[in-house]
Protein backbone atom coordinates (compact mmCIF):
# COMPACT_ATOMS: atom_id res chain seq x y z
CA UNK A 1 0.00 0.00 0.00
CA UNK A 2 1.50 3.50 -0.85
CA UNK A 3 1.92 5.66 2.03
CA UNK A 4 -1.38 7.92 2.79
CA UNK A 5 -1.74 11.79 3.92
CA UNK A 6 -4.24 12.51 5.94
CA UNK A 7 -6.44 14.67 3.47
CA UNK A 8 -6.34 11.53 1.56
CA UNK A 9 -7.25 9.40 4.26
CA UNK A 10 -10.57 12.08 5.74
CA UNK A 11 -11.79 11.70 2.14
CA UNK A 12 -11.65 8.05 1.67
CA UNK A 13 -14.44 7.62 3.34
CA UNK A 14 -17.88 6.15 2.61
CA UNK A 15 -19.93 5.42 5.07
CA UNK A 16 -19.98 8.60 7.44
CA UNK A 17 -20.76 12.03 6.60
CA UNK A 18 -18.05 14.62 5.37
CA UNK A 19 -18.40 15.88 9.28
CA UNK A 20 -18.29 12.58 10.65
CA UNK A 21 -14.65 11.64 8.55
CA UNK A 22 -13.46 15.20 9.78
CA UNK A 23 -13.63 14.56 13.40
CA UNK A 24 -12.18 11.34 12.98
CA UNK A 25 -8.84 11.26 15.06
CA UNK A 26 -6.35 10.32 12.91
CA UNK A 27 -3.38 8.00 13.81
CA UNK A 28 0.07 9.64 15.46
CA UNK A 29 2.34 7.62 13.74
CA UNK A 30 1.53 7.60 9.72
CA UNK A 31 5.18 8.32 8.81
CA UNK A 32 6.27 5.31 10.93
CA UNK A 33 4.05 3.05 9.50
CA UNK A 34 5.10 -0.10 7.68
CA UNK A 35 3.18 0.72 4.08
CA UNK A 36 4.81 -1.49 2.37
CA UNK A 37 4.06 -4.45 4.17
CA UNK A 38 0.14 -3.00 4.88
CA UNK A 39 -3.23 -3.99 3.07
CA UNK A 40 -5.06 -1.92 4.89
CA UNK A 41 -4.60 1.35 6.96
CA UNK A 42 -6.04 0.40 10.35
CA UNK A 43 -6.13 1.61 14.01
CA UNK A 44 -8.94 2.42 16.99
CA UNK A 45 -9.74 5.63 17.78
CA UNK A 46 -8.09 6.04 21.22
CA UNK A 47 -11.28 7.85 22.59
CA UNK A 48 -13.24 5.80 21.69
CA UNK A 49 -12.05 2.16 21.97
CA UNK A 50 -15.39 0.78 20.56
CA UNK A 51 -14.70 2.34 17.28
CA UNK A 52 -12.12 2.05 14.46
CA UNK A 53 -11.18 2.67 11.06
CA UNK A 54 -10.19 0.76 7.79
CA UNK A 55 -8.84 2.34 4.82
CA UNK A 56 -7.71 0.65 1.49
CA UNK A 57 -7.75 0.91 -1.99
CA UNK A 58 -10.56 -1.01 -3.40
CA UNK A 59 -11.00 -0.76 -7.04
CA UNK A 60 -9.57 2.38 -8.35
CA UNK A 61 -10.47 4.55 -5.68
CA UNK A 62 -9.26 4.69 -1.82
CA UNK A 63 -12.23 3.82 0.51
CA UNK A 64 -12.54 4.21 4.07
CA UNK A 65 -14.74 2.75 6.47
CA UNK A 66 -15.80 3.52 10.23
CA UNK A 67 -16.11 0.22 12.07
CA UNK A 68 -17.37 -0.77 15.57
CA UNK A 69 -16.42 -3.11 17.79
CA UNK A 70 -19.49 -5.16 19.26
CA UNK A 71 -19.63 -5.55 23.34
CA UNK A 72 -18.44 -8.10 24.95
CA UNK A 73 -15.09 -9.40 26.15
CA UNK A 74 -14.39 -12.95 25.90
CA UNK A 75 -12.63 -15.03 28.17
CA UNK A 76 -8.93 -15.63 27.83
CA UNK A 77 -9.08 -19.48 27.41
CA UNK A 78 -11.51 -19.27 24.26
CA UNK A 79 -10.09 -18.54 21.11
CA UNK A 80 -11.25 -16.95 17.91
CA UNK A 81 -10.66 -16.54 13.89
CA UNK A 82 -9.85 -13.35 12.36
CA UNK A 83 -12.09 -13.42 8.75
CA UNK A 84 -9.92 -11.82 6.76
CA UNK A 85 -6.23 -13.05 7.94
CA UNK A 86 -7.37 -16.48 9.12
CA UNK A 87 -5.01 -15.88 12.33
CA UNK A 88 -6.11 -17.45 15.53
CA UNK A 89 -6.31 -14.81 18.79
CA UNK A 90 -7.49 -15.37 22.63
CA UNK A 91 -9.69 -13.71 24.33
CA UNK A 92 -10.70 -10.23 23.13
CA UNK A 93 -8.27 -10.84 20.44
CA UNK A 94 -10.78 -10.92 17.12
CA UNK A 95 -13.79 -8.30 17.44
CA UNK A 96 -17.19 -8.55 15.68
CA UNK A 97 -16.89 -5.39 13.86
CA UNK A 98 -19.81 -3.67 12.22
CA UNK A 99 -20.14 -0.94 9.72
CA UNK A 100 -22.59 1.43 8.71
CA UNK A 101 -23.60 0.74 4.63
CA UNK A 102 -23.24 3.33 2.30
CA UNK A 103 -26.22 5.37 0.89
CA UNK A 104 -30.30 4.91 1.61
CA UNK A 105 -29.64 1.46 3.34
CA UNK A 106 -27.27 3.13 5.98
CA UNK A 107 -29.46 5.98 6.71
CA UNK A 108 -31.96 3.24 7.34
CA UNK A 109 -29.61 1.90 9.91
CA UNK A 110 -28.14 -1.37 7.85
CA UNK A 111 -24.83 -2.57 9.17
CA UNK A 112 -22.95 -5.40 7.97
CA UNK A 113 -20.14 -6.67 10.19
CA UNK A 114 -17.34 -9.66 10.51
CA UNK A 115 -15.02 -10.59 12.81
CA UNK A 116 -11.39 -8.79 12.44
CA UNK A 117 -8.29 -8.83 14.29
CA UNK A 118 -9.01 -6.39 17.44
CA UNK A 119 -5.70 -4.44 16.56
CA UNK A 120 -6.24 -4.27 12.64
CA UNK A 121 -3.03 -5.51 12.02
CA UNK A 122 -3.66 -8.48 9.58
CA UNK A 123 -1.20 -7.39 7.02
CA UNK A 124 1.47 -8.08 9.73
CA UNK A 125 0.40 -11.42 10.64
CA UNK A 126 -0.05 -12.87 7.30
CA UNK A 127 3.79 -11.98 6.79
CA UNK A 128 4.59 -12.26 9.87
CA UNK A 129 6.06 -9.51 11.26
CA UNK A 130 3.57 -9.75 13.45
CA UNK A 131 3.07 -12.72 16.32
CA UNK A 132 -0.03 -13.10 17.41
CA UNK A 133 -0.64 -14.22 21.55
CA UNK A 134 -0.70 -18.08 22.31
CA UNK A 135 -1.76 -20.63 19.60
CA UNK A 136 -0.85 -18.07 16.84
CA UNK A 137 -1.48 -18.58 13.20
CA UNK A 138 -2.52 -21.94 11.85
CA UNK A 139 0.35 -23.58 9.30
CA UNK A 140 -0.72 -23.43 5.94
CA UNK A 141 0.76 -24.74 3.06
CA UNK A 142 -0.50 -21.60 0.76
CA UNK A 143 2.73 -19.11 0.66
CA UNK A 144 2.76 -15.97 2.09
CA UNK A 145 1.61 -14.00 -1.54
CA UNK A 146 -0.95 -16.85 -1.90
CA UNK A 147 -2.47 -15.61 1.78
CA UNK A 148 -2.25 -12.07 0.87
CA UNK A 149 -4.20 -12.93 -2.05
CA UNK A 150 -6.75 -14.65 0.36
CA UNK A 151 -6.56 -11.51 2.60
CA UNK A 152 -7.23 -9.01 -0.25
CA UNK A 153 -10.35 -11.10 -1.51
CA UNK A 154 -11.78 -11.54 2.05
CA UNK A 155 -11.24 -7.90 2.49
CA UNK A 156 -12.92 -6.78 -0.78
CA UNK A 157 -15.76 -8.66 -0.43
CA UNK A 158 -16.65 -7.44 2.94
CA UNK A 159 -15.88 -3.61 1.19
CA UNK A 160 -18.62 -4.74 -1.42
CA UNK A 161 -21.19 -5.87 1.33
CA UNK A 162 -20.67 -2.12 3.00
CA UNK A 163 -21.38 -0.49 -0.40
CA UNK A 164 -25.09 -2.88 -1.50
Request: glycine share 10%.
Given at each position: ?K?L ?5 R??F ?7 A ?11 R ?27 A ?8 A??QR ?7 C ?15 T??K???A ?10 I????A????V???K??A?G??I ?12 L ?11 AT
Amino acid sequence: MKALTEKEIRGSFVNCSKGEAGRVSMPRDLDSRPWDDLDFLGWTDLSAPDRSYLVTEHGDALVGIVLRAAAGQRGYLRRSLCSLCLTQHPGSGVALMTARKTGAAGRQGNSVGTYICSDLACSLYVRGRKKPAVGGRIEESLTVEDQVVRLRLHLDAFLDSVAT
